[in-house]
């Protein structure tokens, strides 16, 4: 148990939909991480906070958004919603950037 | 860009050989360079990082070599086991005001009994 938690493990939902992905850090940890997993494919980094603040970004869709808030815990929402984004997204922390990042055990999203 | 290369992307051996899986790095890539362990229906797991002030580290039967000149990276695993088997990722982080890490496309490692 790395001590990332995601909510919830499985997401199934239509085009079109509009979903959030929940993400509470390792306890002191302040980064956050997020990631796409499609089948067989490897990890895409989407976004990085730090602190509660936007750090950097990747290929993330204008369709997703991202925040990390006061209590460290992080969202991802994703909307308008196509069938080519059903992948698994996890969520990572570290303490701070730049080191071992620690990940959930990802929440699978399937769009119908 | 920022770009991570991974080879091989299958690599299958026999127990207790050893198995080596080799990544290069684009030139904006910062100073550490981890390595990630992924099994099924798992999230990846960090196994060894090394960071560019070093060539070499070891930790049991896994090993990571650094050449920044060249900008490739190696893991190293010897007496291989079957539970090893899984996916490796390797990666590089760049900074861009924060860090992004990419990851290489990932070697999956089958040993066989």
């Known amino acids: 148990d790395s001590g990332v938690t995601q909510t919830p493990k499985h997401l199934i939902t239509a085009t079109g939909q509009r979903v959030t992905l929940r993400c509470s850090p390792r306890?002191?940890?302040?980064?956050v991480y997020w990631y796409q997993q499609s089948l067989d494919q490897g990890l895409q980094f989407l976004i990085h906070y730090y602190n509660g603040e936007e750090r950097a970004k990747g290929n993330i869709l204008e369709r997703f958004s991202a925040q990390q808030f006061p209590d460290l815990h992080s969202e991802l929402n994703l909307s308008s919603l196509e069938l080519g984004d059903s992948a698994l997204y996890f969520c990572?922390?570290?303490?701070?950037?730049?080191?071992?990042?620690?990940f959930g055990p990802g929440t699978r999203l399937t769009v119908l | 860009g920022e770009n991570v290369e991974q080879h091989p992307s299958t690599l299958s051996v026999q127990e207790g050989d050893s198995a080596v899986i080799k990544c290069t790095y684009s030139?904006?890539?910062?100073?550490?360079f981890p390595w990630y362990k992924q099994e099924l229906g798992k999230g990846p797991q960090l196994i060894i990082d090394i960071r560019s002030n070093v060539g070499e580290k070891k930790d049991q039967r896994i090993a990571v070599t650094l050449n920044k000149t060249a900008k490739h990276f190696s893991l190293h695993i010897t007496e291989t086991q079957p539970e090893d088997s899984a996916v490796y990722f390797c990666?590089?982080?760049?900074?861009?005001?924060?860090?992004?890490?990419?990851f290489g496309a990932g070697t999956r490692l089958f040993v066989k009994a």
């Open positions: 990572a922390s570290s303490v701070v950037a730049d080191n071992e990042q620690f």
């Open positions: 306890s002191g940890d302040l980064s």
């Open positions: 990666a590089a982080n760049f900074y861009t005001g924060g860090f992004k890490t990419i």
């Open positions: 030139d904006s890539a910062s100073n550490y």
